[in-house]
């Protein structure tokens, strides 16, 4: 019998993966890691998109984003 999971391609990133897509996302809302740590600790985003952002990369290490 066949695992219905055979087909499933597991990705792994590095750290330097994870450190350069979250730059990108920072890149993309036109902020850096302490500002947008600033509007969440304000609960005052700029844009959606920058929550967005923040919803994703928060969990992170500074020195990881």
Known sequence: ???????????HYTD??????NQHMLDEVGC????????AEAGCF?????RDVWLVISSFEPSTA
């Open 16 to 21: 330097d993966d994870v450190r350069e897509g």
């Open 32 to 39: 850096t890691w302490e500002q947008l740590k600033a509007q």
């Open 1 to 11: 019998m066949s695992n219905s999971y055979d087909d499933v391609k597991v990705i």
């Open 46 to 50: 700029e844009s959606e998109k920058a």
